[in-house]
């Protein structure tokens, strides 16, 4: 899609993933009208759905104490319903800043076909990095932040309870750090193979080593915490 095929439908139609109720979802069409100064319009590409908060949001089960907090960047709609959620969208801008047009580019933005942001919302993709991989920036900023809170140091033993999206990435930053030895443990062997790929060992639950110097709980499950409890070593 050029930028002169889009200025000539602008305003253009849209549409837009909802949660409308307990469990039920609805696409709602919307006007998105031209990017004004200092605005971008991305044309998605892809769109990632976070299998731990959206859920809880589609089940309309978001605390009311987190309303606020959990409200996502661009979000319409407030909990518990209607609303529109979602926070890993990559796109192509393909208006707005002729200096920019046709950039890949990484936006919290709820799941939408197109839509206008501020120019400093859409952040470019490193080279080298797909498009569809993109969409996993917004868990690797909490892998991060994760394990820059946990001081993970040279050559500590390091175990992450938890082998889904997030405690693969932390996991996979924490293996990078010289001399770490890092176990990834989960009730799933089949998840062995997607931690040895990314540089860290496996290891279920029954098996997992003790005595560890830092230990990440990502699993979200209380069991998952009782392992990761019992795994930490003095003063860990």
């Known amino acids: 899609m050029t930028h002169r095929t889009i200025t000539k439908i602008f305003p253009c ?37 976070s299998p731990g908060t959206e859920r809880l949001v589609l089940s309309g089960k978001v605390p009311e104490s987190e309303w ?19 926070y890993a969208g990559v796109g192509e801008i393909v208006a707005g800043a002729p200096e920019r047009l046709g950039e890949t580019v990484f936006v919290l933005h709820p ?10 919302a859409a952040l470019p993709l490193p080279d080298g990095v797909p ?13 991060l932040n994760g394990l820059w809170d946990g001081g993970a140091s040279p050559g500590d033993h390091i175990a992450v309870v938890g082998g889904g999206i997030i405690g693969l990435l ?17 009730v799933d062997p089949a998840r062995e193979a997607r931690a040895r790929a990314l540089g860290a060992g496996f290891a279920t639950p029954d098996a997992a080593p003790e005595d560890q110097d ?23």
């Open 68 to 86: 606020s907090r959990m409200r996502a960047p661009f979000q319409e709609g407030d909990f518990p319903f209607p609303v529109k959620y979602g």
């Open 214 to 236: 830092l230990v990440f709980h990502a699993s979200g499950h209380p069991d998952g915490l009782d392992t990761a409890l019992s795994l930490a070593g003095i003063e860990a």
């Open 111 to 120: 799941h939408q076909s197109l839509y206008c942001v501020p120019a400093e």
């Open 170 to 186: 932390v996991a996979h930053l924490a293996a990078r750090i010289p001399g770490t030895k890092v176990t990834v443990v989960d």
């Open 13 to 49: 139609e849209t549409r837009a993933l909802w949660s409308v109720g307990p469990g039920r979802m609805a696409l709602r069409s919307a006007t998105v009208p031209a990017p004004g100064p200092g605005e971008v319009c991305v044309a998605a590409r892809f769109s990632g759905v």
């Open 131 to 143: 498009a569809a991989r993109g969409i996993l920036a917004a868990n690797m900023e909490t892998a």
